[in-house]
Every structure is written in structure tokens, then in C-alpha cells.
């Protein structure tokens, strides 16, 4: 049966000045669901990188910036349905800074 509706992620939020140049920590816990959108906000005065798996540099977030992806725009063939995995465990690094950055998210329940 087609879900059709969605459920927020609890907000997570890392401090920036608890971030290093040289090594990612996690914001947060493991996502609840397979999202379907995801919103990184930088709401810090320091630019920081972000890592979906395994300490690779995937975005880059300008201080006071943020991003939004909205994976089921990029839906593949016979159906399928993009998502970032349940379970994924997002890491930050960059300069220690003045500010949070936030992610929030949705996926189909």
C-alpha cells in the first residue's frame, strides 16, 4: 500500500564551536526514516562541510546558509523512489565557530 504522508525528523543541531578543521563528528543521531527531504541550515558564522557516509566531503554550507535536497525529485525508473537511507548518521566538520547548524527532514510514513 502507498504511503501518503509525511513525518518530520526530530531536529538535530550540533554547535559549531564543538567542530575541528581535521576530523567530522556527528550531528546528532542516526536518521529515524529514509528521507525523502533533508534541510542543513547553518545558522553559524563559520562555513562547514558536510559527510553523508564515511568522512567524504559531500557539502560545502557558507556560514548563514543552508540547503535542501528533495530526493523524490530524483526518483529513478519503473517506480523507484530516491531517499537517503534510514539510518544514516550525518558528520560535520570545519573551523570552530559561533552558532548551530541544524538539520530537519522528512520521510513517508
Same mark, same amino acid.
Given at each position: 500500500?502507498?504511503?501518503?504522508?509525511?513525518?518530520?525528523?526530530?531536529?538535530?543541531?550540533v554547535?559549531?564551536s564543538?567542530? $575541528?578543521? $581535521?576530523?567530522?563528528i556527528d550531528?546528532?543521531?542516526?536518521?529515524?526514516?529514509?528521507l525523502?527531504f533533508?534541510?542543513?541550515?547553518?545558522?553559524?558564522?563559520?562555513a562547514?562541510?558536510?559527510?553523508?557516509?564515511?568522512?567524504?566531503?559531500?557539502?560545502?554550507?557558507?556560514?548563514?546558509?543552508?540547503?535542501?535536497?528533495?530526493?523524490?525529485d530524483?526518483?529513478?525508473?519503473?517506480?523507484?523512489?530516491?531517499r537517503?537511507?534510514? $539510518?544514516?548518521?550525518l558528520?560535520?566538520r570545519?573551523?570552530?565557530?559561533?552558532?548551530?547548524v541544524?538539520v530537519?527532514g522528512?520521510y513517508? $510514513?
Amino acid at each position: 500500500m502507498a504511503k501518503d504522508f509525511l513525518i518530520p525528523i526530530e531536529m538535530q543541531s550540533v554547535d559549531t564551536s564543538t567542530i $575541528g578543521a $581535521g576530523a567530522f563528528i556527528d550531528i546528532g543521531n542516526p536518521l529515524e526514516g529514509a528521507l525523502s527531504f533533508i534541510r542543513i541550515t547553518n545558522a553559524s558564522n563559520t562555513a562547514v562541510i558536510i559527510s553523508y557516509k564515511d568522512d567524504v566531503d559531500h557539502e560545502y554550507i557558507p556560514a548563514t546558509d543552508r540547503i535542501e535536497t528533495y530526493f523524490q525529485d530524483n526518483s529513478i525508473p519503473n517506480n523507484q523512489v530516491a531517499r537517503l537511507p534510514k $539510518g544514516t548518521v550525518l558528520r560535520i566538520r570545519g573551523t570552530a565557530g559561533i552558532g548551530l547548524v541544524y538539520v530537519s527532514g522528512y520521510y513517508n $510514513g
